[in-house]
């Protein structure tokens, strides 16, 4: 494949790990195509600073070498951030996420007060739905206030929970007539960034059909690919893992059933050029 592709964007939870320990494949696949000379840069919509992010992935035991660089939507977000001066701000989110704040002056204040929102997620992604925000949620809207949202992810997999994401939040104020801005995937903002990074690293100007993008979402990690006009993977066994495994029932797992799923649920995208189960250089449909 380094034939083809020199650089891979590779996506992070339901790729390398599960949220509860990382897959031993998919880092090995990594692992060998930077070391056949290819570039790899995660890309993830995790509402963190990609340094953050790093030390999490080091921690869980992932080789140093595939966590060397990394674009996170907290990145962006962060950006953003240091725009807003003194004008209140409310964070809707659990307090996990305050290292987004780091080394920069916020005026946080209460929702009722608040001229500008940032959404990192559920406070309680483990005990609440998305009901125990219809309050909040009218209130900016009564006010015409934009959300700021730093992980466009609906859903994600914590070892074998389904915990809900800022996207869900995000997706509900837009339902009760809110506007949102999203930072992280699918949006071109953070492909931008990631492209511009991977010229920076090698000294050049990369087609992007030298691009391959790995991911597990097809309406974040896949749309994405295709709103940018990058060749995808799609990884089967993360978070639509479930609803796949009812799709496909006790069939043979074959790509043109995975694009059948994707046609009847009417997701317009670019139909990912590769597609496996996991993560793993021997194994493509």
Not at 45 to 57: C, G, I, T
Not at 177 to 184: D, P, T
Not at 269 to 279: A, D, F, G, S, V
């Amino acid at each position: 494949m380094k034939n083809h592709y020199e650089v891979i964007i590779c996506d992070i939870w339901g790729v390398l790990h599960n949220g509860k320990n990382y897959f031993p494949r998919a880092v090995k696949f990594l692992k060998d195509f930077i070391d056949k000379g290819g570039l790899v840069i995660l890309l993830t919509n995790a509402p963190r600073r990609s340094k953050n992010v790093r030390d999490y992935l080091l921690k869980m035991g992932i080789d140093s070498g595939i966590c060397q660089y990394i674009v996170s939507s907290g990145d962006c977000t962060f950006e953003w951030l240091n725009t807003l001066n003194s004008s209140p701000l409310y964070h809707l989110g659990p307090a996990k996420d305050n290292s987004l704040f780091d080394n920069i002056k916020i005026n946080k204040v209460n929702f009722e007060n608040c001229d500008n929102c940032i959404c990192t997620g559920f406070f309680d992604e483990f005990n609440e739905s998305i009901e125990d925000y219809e309050s909040i949620l009218n209130n900016l809207k009564e006010r015409s206030i934009t959300l700021h949202c730093a992980n466009p992810d609906l859903y994600v997999n914590k070892g074998s929970t389904i915990l809900p994401c800022a996207g869900l939040i995000a997706q509900r104020y837009e339902e009760v007539g809110g506007k949102v801005v999203y930072f992280g995937k699918p949006y071109s903002i953070i492909y931008d960034q990631v492209i511009k990074r991977a010229n920076q690293i090698l000294g050049k100007q990369i087609s992007k059909k030298q691009v391959l993008a790995i991911g597990d979402g097809l309406y974040t990690d896949i749309m994405g690919a295709s709103m940018n006009d990058i060749d995808s993977l799609f990884i089967t066994d993360g978070v639509h893992k479930e609803e796949l495994d009812e799709y496909i029932g006790n069939s043979e797992f074959e790509r043109n059933i995975i694009i059948n799923f994707i046609q009847e649920n009417n997701i317009n995208i670019k139909m990912p050029k590769y597609i496996q189960r996991e993560l793993d250089f021997f194994n493509y449909i």
